[in-house]
């Protein structure tokens, strides 16, 4: 198993453009979601999602959207960056929600310039 | 406002020693509670979870919840070089959300 898989790595954005994180898991966990971590803070949770076809907003959603089409994927969407978006972005998965463990994937890191 | 409290540190501690990391908590609804390691550059990685009030204990590490005061801790034991991270102290409320601290740095000096 991969694991929960992220792309790209790197990316670095004017301000006003758009782009897409991709997260894809191999592992048939029903709930997934989207962190961003600023340096020296911790995870803040952006959106996340408890099955295909169903995702609801976390601490942070503005500025972003997200859909769940099927089990495996769950790409964020950056309509119009901004510099405040700069961050490192985690996608993880879990298999059920309360006291279950979440998998995270290796991050990308994005600079808007 | 669910938070969740972390002295950032850092924390440095002799190898061979136990480290001691505390976080402490806001929202009194938070029933789990997680320690992440998260080495520089890297993804956070699970150590441990806890939802019972006392004691839990794996290899090296220990965590500890005591609910009352509203208070988790993790305990290395035999602190190693290569625990030298940053570790996030995380809570859970029934919506299966976890709420992050900022985290704590540690250092086991050789």
């Known amino acids: 198993n991969a694991g929960v898989t992220q792309t790209p790595k790197f990316r670095i954005l004017k301000i006003g453009q758009s782009m897409t994180l991709q997260c894809t898991q191999d592992m048939n966990h029903n709930y997934m979601y989207w962190y961003r971590q600023d340096p020296g803070m911790g995870l803040k949770l952006i959106y996340y999602?408890?099955?295909?076809?169903?995702?609801d907003k976390g601490e942070v959603p503005n500025g972003y959207n997200v859909s769940r089409s099927t089990t495996e994927d769950f790409p964020l969407r950056l309509e119009l960056a901004a510099p405040s978006q700069t961050s490192v972005y985690f996608c993880?998965?879990?298999?059920?929600?309360?006291?279950?463990?979440?998998?995270f994937g290796p991050g990308t890191r994005l600079l808007v310039l | 406002q669910k938070e969740v409290e972390q002295n950032s540190g850092p924390l440095s501690v002799p190898e061979g020693a136990i480290a001691s990391l505390n976080c402490t908590y806001s929202d009194r609804g938070s029933q789990s509670f997680f320690w992440y390691r998260q080495y520089s550059g890297k993804s956070p990685e699970l150590i441990m979870f806890?939802?019972?009030?006392g004691d839990k204990e794996d290899g090296r590490f220990t965590a500890q919840l005591n609910k009352a005061s509203q208070y988790v801790s993790l305990l290395i034991r035999d602190s190693q070089p290569s625990d030298s991270a940053t570790y996030l102290c995380a809570g859970q409320t029934g919506a299966n959300n976890l709420f992050f601290g900022t985290g704590t740095r540690l250092t086991v000096i050789p």
């Open positions: 999602s408890v099955g295909a076809g169903i995702t």
């Open positions: 806890i939802y019972s009030n």
């Open positions: 993880a998965s879990s298999y059920g929600g309360r006291s279950e463990t979440q998998y």
